[in-house]
């Protein structure tokens, strides 16, 4: 099992950004395919972005192409979500997410989630 500590969350205007941070521990974070997710008040948790195992392939929900980004570091066990163009319809509870499998380019089977970190858009 990865252990997954996301950081970063805030209150912010729209039109602004904010840069999330997960730190992992734990299984082999270099062979673990990432992914970010959210959960607006009354609504499913979603998909928002994820990345390959290698760093090689990322991926996007439509509501947030071109506006976010995710990255990878691996010497340092740490996945990154680039905000930019906030929107009040971004505010969530966002949640990192590792893959159960190893060398896989998706996300997939969640095999650890953090405990999640706000994220507040303000109109």
């Known amino acids: 099992q990865v252990q997954l500590v996301e950081s970063g969350g805030g209150l912010v205007q729209a039109g602004g950004s904010l840069r999330l941070s997960c730190a992992a521990s734990?299984?082999?974070?270099?062979?673990?395919?990432m992914g970010w997710f959210r959960q607006a008040p009354g609504k499913e948790r979603e998909f928002v972005a994820g990345?390959?195992?290698?760093?090689?392939?990322?991926y996007y929900a439509n509501s947030v192409k071109g506006r976010f980004t995710i990255s990878r570091d691996n010497a340092k066990s740490t996945v990154y979500l680039q905000m930019n163009s906030l929107k009040p319809e971004d505010t969530a509870v966002y949640y990192c997410?590792?893959?159960?499998?190893?060398?896989?380019?998706?996300?997939?089977?969640?095999?650890?989630w953090g405990q999640g970190t706000q994220v507040t858009v303000s109109s």
């Open positions: 734990g299984r082999t974070f270099s062979s673990t395919a």
């Open positions: 997410a590792a893959s159960q499998n190893s060398y896989s380019d998706y996300v997939g089977a969640v095999g650890s």
């Open positions: 990345i390959s195992w290698s760093g090689g392939s990322t």
